[in-house]
């Protein structure tokens, strides 16, 4: 929160030398205020709305989505309180939907009676975002404050919203994404600034306006009837979606250390004199190790090679699931079954020892304490938040001194491809599964190596022939996969391993497919599954209006398309 109150400080000030900067000195109107501007600058605006977006989508509400989903330990026992995400709900309201309502109300005017906007372009990308942020909030807790919302300090005022029905905002996010793709095929007078996404390339945002429609059909397939021929007919015309690399709708945070913008998981891990991050779950792990994932070490950093002697009582008691009956995986490097299951025999040399000993993390929802291991867990590598490729030597060179400049991929190329593959195996949409699946999985890998050697000197080109390998398993359990929904499951399972950074599309494929199923369960689960986020308790105290949501229950109550 403190880093959002300074970045809005920071663009206040510049806001301020700007206006200044460009007013003539020799026909300055005196009856004009110069320092306070009355509109804001869809510049400004809009670069803020993209940081806010980032920031709070990469931090601790996607680590929530990725322990829900078995990757991070973060509420992985289900646990949630009303008060868990005041924060979250908070921000997106006051910051980003702020913002882009402000542009919104700059751009949409018609002043030279044309009967369209004067600023198409700025109100375009304005309303894709929207649509992005208020469908996110309706994946997140289901109805929301939409048509009412931000009117605080409007002429018409209104101070507690109303909310809105999940489906009914779903439907206007849809028509605000038409909207934006008609402005963006207008001519603007005016280019685009302040763009940190796309820098201001019309033709990829308009790109995302059709992806973002694609992904809100495929979420909704099972809840809105004309979704299997919206889905079709998007699909057809391949060249207005979001297919390559340099299309991906992400953002890239600062390396600058003050102010401190960047990657939320960068922060938790390199900044401080222990690593500060969530612990990382075991089955990730193991599976990718397993299988010879050549993203492993581009995902995770390891820090010690260290043995914990188990006949030493605090080394002992730091080690995982020492205290904990009905761990699966356990204290990896000890664990004759993840031995065997990684290498092939219990027997293995001291750098496969030395390399175990680094993966330190927990099984899911072990319920012990935290110990002083921070110098002990595997942390974030260098995919996706600039921190460090794993290198032999696993000892971290220093805090504070890892490259930084990571991203927060949202909607990427690769999340094209496996909505087209759901809908090919769920809808009988046109396509070949196997060849999607197969371009998927090299895709991620891809993405991931190009960024990790970009970011890091040290990253290494995984061999080409690994590279196969690994596909070649994966293709032969889709092969192996005697039905549609069986080999929807490998798909998604696939799509777990590559939602490492990002837990919004796995924790909506989870509810929407009820797939992958092969996640280890929880071993003390307070409560069942979540099936949303609680509504936060400060909008159930604040709004009269939200009175009627104090009596949902996150783990009983669907949003509307998860059916």
Partial sequence: MMKGKFLYKWFAAFAMIWVISSCDYFDLDINEDPNNPSQASPELLLTSAEYSIAANLAGGTNDAQLGFAGILASFDNFNMSNSSFNGIWNNLYAGPLKDLEGIIDVADVDNNGDGNPDNPHYLAIAQTLKAYVASTLVDLFGDIPYSEALQ?????????????????VYNSCIGLL???????????????????IYSGNITRWKKLANTLKLRLYVQARLAIPNAATEINKLLAEPGNLITAAGDDFQFTFSKLVAPDNRHPWYQASYTANANGFTYILHQQMVEMLEDGDP?????????????????????????????????????????????????????????QIDFLAGCFGRDRSDPAGVPLDGDLRLMPGVYP???????ANPALPGTNTAPGGGIFPIITHVNTLYYQIEAVLALGSAGDGRTLFESAIRSHITKVVNFGKAADANSVTPAAADVDAYVATWLGRYDNAATNDAKLNVVMKQLWFSSWGNGYEIFNAMRRTGYPNTIQQPITPVRDFPLRLPYPQIELTLNPNASAYSSVVYDQDPVFWDK
């Fill in 385 to 391: 938040c600039g921190g460090f490729y794993d290198v």
């Fill in 178 to 196: 038409d909207q934006a793709i008609a402005n963006f095929a207008l001519s603007s007078p005016v280019s685009i600034k302040g763009d940190a």
């Fill in 152 to 168: 605080g300090d409007a002429d018409a005022t209104i101070k507690n919203p109303n909310f809105d029905t999940d489906a009914d």
């Fill in 295 to 351: 993203r492993f070490p581009f995902y995770f950093r390891r820090q010690t090679k260290q043995v914990l002697d188990q006949s030493n009582p605090s080394e002992r008691n730091t080690t995982p699931c020492s205290m904990t009956v009905g761990c699966q995986y356990g204290y990896l490097v000890l664990n004759d079954n993840v031995r065997e299951r990684i290498y092939g025999t219990t027997d293995i040399t001291q750098d």
